[in-house]
């Protein structure tokens, strides 16, 4: 996947075998060969945008493509008519877990979607833009208005990217973050009027384990000087009860009993998931000396092994986007 700043083309799973790229004005998608038997073209059509707002100075659009299979195209200009974004997502508004300015997927002519009793000729979703607003306000607390695109690109785990932008003088993208496998929302949980962002560390997301049986583990990110940074106070939970210690050891014990455990080994050492979940779970409400103090407590094999697990563990857990502002000591 290749991404800049403003605007971004996509190689990959969401697009079911379809290929992006730019050429002669228009987005247009490729049918890859291997997957499908034919190939056509896919164009966007730029002249009749789906929905059409002008915010601070900027004109925001949405676009549809001709065959109506895909996301739709969000395209931004400025009041020169420079053009400062263009990318598939959908308009966000703050405060509601589903896109409300989406044009959603088409659904097959057997089985048609109907939105407000209106049905349009690709039978996508219609909508009645009178009845629209456009959600701009303030969530940083910086004073300049922001927009909110997000782009769901699917995936058998379900993978959302989150784009905020500046409409101030400027525009400029001031947050990204991609969701693999997860979902998030701007939520202002401590009632400050800046809004957070709740979402998923996706670090250990298939690490010696299977991506449904992987911790994702909840992050808080707070607007503080120009950026996003993980919010430890907004984190931070009290040291569970050992009975979920207990609860967590029975079923590891029960993985373990399996015919044929996943998790990690080398020798005679198997450590399955829920170890590892219940480790991270410390980690991130921040009780890092718990965590270790737990892996004291349930390891029941060789030194060797011990310091093994610990040394890859952390080195996965170093690969964390907000591993230098977790708690680790």
């Given amino acids: 996947m290749r991404r800049d700043a403003v605007g971004f083309e996509t ?3 969401h697009t079911k075998g379809y290929y992006l790229y730019k050429a002669d004005g228009w987005l247009e998608l490729e049918i890859n060969p291997e997957i499908y038997s034919n190939e056509e073209k896919i164009q966007v059509n730029w002249q009749k945008p789906t929905l059409d707002f002008a915010a601070h100075g900027y004109v925001i659009q ?10 739709s195209v969000v395209r931004i200009t400025d009041k020169n008519k420079k ?9 966000f508004t703050v405060g509601n877990f589903e896109p ?4 959603d997927y088409t659904i097959n002519d057997d089985e048609p979607y109907v939105r407000d009793n209106k049905l349009d000729e690709n039978h996508g979703w219609v909508y009645d833009t009178k009845e629209k607003t456009l959600d701009t306000r303030d969530i940083t607390g910086d004073g300049q208005p922001n927009l909110i695109i997000i782009n769901n690109h699917g995936g058998c785990h379900g993978c ?3 784009f905020l932008f500046s409409l101030g003088k400027e525009f400029k993208l001031i947050f990204r973050q991609d ?4 979902y998030g929302e701007f939520k202002d949980i401590d009632g400050d009027g800046v809004f957070e962002f709740v979402g998923y560390d996706s670090t250990f997301q298939g690490w010696y384990t299977c991506p449904v049986d992987s911790p994702m583990m909840e992050i808080v990110l707070r607007y503080r000087d120009g950026k996003y940074k993980l919010a430890r106070d907004l984190m931070a939970e009290p040291l569970p009860a050992y009975a979920v210690e207990a609860e967590v050891r029975r079923e590891a014990e029960d993985e373990l009993s399996a015919y044929s455990p996943i998790g990690w080994c080398k020798n005679d050492a198997i450590v399955v998931p829920p170890v590892w979940r219940y480790m991270l779970q410390l980690i991130y409400t921040g009780h890092p000396n718990d965590a270790w103090l737990f892996l004291d407590r349930y390891w029941r094999w060789g030194w060797l092994e011990k310091q093994s697990f610990l040394e890859e563990f952390k080195s996965q857990l170093s690969q964390s986007p907000y591993a230098a502002d977790l708690p680790l000591k």
Avoid at 83 to 91: M, N, R, S
């Fill in 83 to 91: 053009k400062c974004f263009e990318g598939y997502g959908a308009l």
């Fill in 100 to 103: 409300t300015l989406n044009v």
């Fill in 179 to 182: 969701m693999d496998g997860h």
């Fill in 11 to 13: 190689r990959g799973e």
């Fill in 160 to 162: 959302q990217d989150f």
């Fill in 62 to 71: 949405v676009f549809r493509d001709n065959f109506n299979y895909f996301p």
